[in-house]
């Protein structure tokens, strides 16, 4: 299934939504930086970029607020998450459609992103009553030590266009809990799913009550804003999530001036699929993770090896399987793949494929599928290679699939932790040997490894992130949180003398 003719207008439907939602319509009306929507391509807002003053003046209203906010027991803070997971609850569908619009998002995977918002703050929730710290055995006799957890300060988000609201959340509900006020950019290309976020982060304020003013804000705009935000010394932590050129900017600045970096970045996530793999299954894992978000996750299956015993059945299944899968209008029940963001990712796509067609690949689909002139929908490609040559070891943001043949999982291992990147990766097989070697210390050296799942759609409990250049970040579920907060130890004497530790002995004069 192909471009459905008649397209409803997305500026219609966005000027609708944001108003059930409650954003004020000076926020998004009569800027200078346009909003297009990647579904229709119209222009569907027009938004203000936060001069740089006003940004500076936001991170210091943020720690006045810090300074009330560390003072509230942790468990009331909590209050104002499980507040704000109820607002998000009634708002689902709204704030799931203002994604669908701004990202392109087909409607069962935004509604995914707004309940990941909806998880990660009942997780928080639960975590404002156990951030607790170790006591740690002591050598001297009547002495206790241990480790308390204090807030941070500041957290400054900064955030990509794909995962324009939950990414956020993972951190802000998590910093909030913690004791952070948080400064949120997003990405410049989804600035209104922001907006009507902090809209509805503000009912819950309003039902909390006696929150500190500026404890969570926008600031919108491009590179420039990011980069106030980054330098801002009242800003201890920024979490950053984009490619991995941003990081490399990112990184450095904040480690000139000691702050603490938690860095998301790019990803080139890859699948092995061993001859006793589940086919049906695996054949399902690949396509949504190869396929669903019209390729625009950080964990997309980018690279897939398949068994040499079983590559023809599989990868012609595979082949049928894109050859029919329903690309359109996300908003339309029964289509799967949405639109890319916009020209420069279809630009970039159409390189990639060049690239690879040079290097000796077979491409199959890539093609523009026509749904207006500034709305870029693409058929998703799968791309059967020699070898992972240069093109297969760089992030391309697009659907694009590279399948390669391998003999052993020994050489299947060897190839899929050989790319720059680290996220997510997964095996299917059914030989617990194979599995278990793929999780071991010698088997995927990513920050996700799965097994009989693709390497997308990872739930919040985990810890979320990737080594290499995908930044090493963590954050989410587990103990992610500790991010947030400054860990201090202290060694408490309860006796009547001063013994030093290693047995030291400094012995000065008293007085008689
Ligand atoms: P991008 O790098 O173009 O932009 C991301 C954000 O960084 C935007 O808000 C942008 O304005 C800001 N930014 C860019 N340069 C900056 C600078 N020098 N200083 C401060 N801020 C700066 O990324 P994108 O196109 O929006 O998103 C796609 C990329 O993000 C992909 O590489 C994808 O893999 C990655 N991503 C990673 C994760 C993860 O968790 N690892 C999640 C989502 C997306």
Redesign the pocket.
């Known amino acids: 299934m192909n471009a459905p003719a008649n397209i409803a207008s997305a500026k219609t439907e966005a000027a609708a939504v944001l108003g059930r939602l409650g954003v004020d319509r000076a926020l998004w009306t009569g800027g200078p930086r346009a909003v297009r929507s990647p579904v229709t391509g119209e222009i569907i807002a027009d938004v203000h970029d936060t001069p740089l003053a006003a940004v500076a003046q936001t991170i210091e209203t943020a720690h006045e607020a810090f300074r009330a906010w560390r003072n509230v027991p942790a468990p009331r803070r909590g209050e104002l998450i499980r507040l704000f997971g109820e607002e998000l609850r009634a708002a689902k569908a709204d704030l799931a459609a203002v994604v669908t619009l701004e990202a392109g998002k087909i409607t069962s995977e935004a509604l995914g992103e707004v309940q990941e918002m909806i998880d990660i703050c009942d997780f928080a929730v639960g975590l404002s009553r156990q951030l607790y710290g170790l006591t740690i055995a002591t050598e001297r006799p009547d002495h206790r030590m241990m480790e308390t957890w204090h807030p941070l300060g500041v957290v400054g988000i900064?955030?990509?266009?794909?995962?324009p609201v939950a990414?956020w959340c993972w951190n802000s509900a998590l910093a909030l809990v913690c004791g952070d006020p948080c400064v949120w950019?997003?990405?410049?290309?989804?600035p209104l799913t922001a907006l009507a976020t902090q809209a509805v982060f503000e009912r819950a304020l309003a039902r909390f009550g006696d929150a500190p003013k500026g404890l969570s804000a926008v600031i919108l705009?491009?590179?420039?804003?990011?980069?106030a935000?980054?330098d801002h010394p009242k800003v201890p932590l920024v979490s950053?999530?984009?490619?991995?050129?941003?990081?490399r900017?990112?990184g450095p600045?904040l480690a000139q001036r000691f702050a603490r970096a938690l860095?998301?970045?790019?990803?080139n996530n890859a699948a092995i699929i061993a001859p006793t793999a589940d086919l049906d299954l695996a054949l399902r894992g690949v396509a949504f993770a190869a396929m669903g978000t019209a390729g625009?996750?950080?964990?997309?299956l980018r690279r897939l090896f398949v068994h040499e015993s079983i590559y023809d059945g599989f990868v012609g299944a595979l082949k049928a399987a894109y050859a029919s899968v329903p690309v359109g209008d996300p908003r339309q029940a029964g289509v799967l793949v949405g639109p890319l963001?916009d020209a420069a990712?279809f630009d970039g796509m159409q390189k990639s494929l060049a690239d690879a067609r040079a290097a000796g690949g077979q491409v199959q689909g890539g093609e523009r599928v026509e749904m207006g002139e500034e709305a870029f929908y693409v058929r998703p490609a799968i791309v059967e290679m020699p070898g992972q040559t240069d093109v297969v070891k760089r992030?391309t943001?697009a659907p694009i699939l590279y399948v390669m043949k391998y003999r052993d999982i020994e050489e299947a291992i060897a190839l899929q932790n050989d790319v720059p990147q680290g996220?997510s990766s997964s095996i299917f097989t059914n030989d617990m040997r194979e599995a278990e070697l793929f999780i071991s210390a010698r088997g995927s050296d990513c920050g996700i490894a799965n097994v009989n799942i693709g390497p997308s759609g990872a739930e919040i409990g985990g810890a979320?992130?990737?080594e290499k250049e995908?930044?090493g970040?963590r954050?989410s579920g587990s103990d992610a949180w500790k991010a947030y907060m400054r860990r201090a130890t202290n060694t408490l004497n309860y006796g009547k003398t001063l013994p030093l530790a290693q047995g030291v002995s400094f012995e000065i004069k008293t007085a008689p």
């Open positions: 900064i955030s990509a266009f794909n995962f990414v950019k997003p990405s410049e290309k989804t705009g491009g590179r420039e804003v990011g980069e935000l980054v950053a999530t984009g490619s991995t050129a941003m990081g900017a990112v600045r860095l998301e970045l790019g990803g625009q996750r950080c964990t997309t963001i990712s992030e943001f996220l979320f992130g990737g995908t930044g970040g954050e």
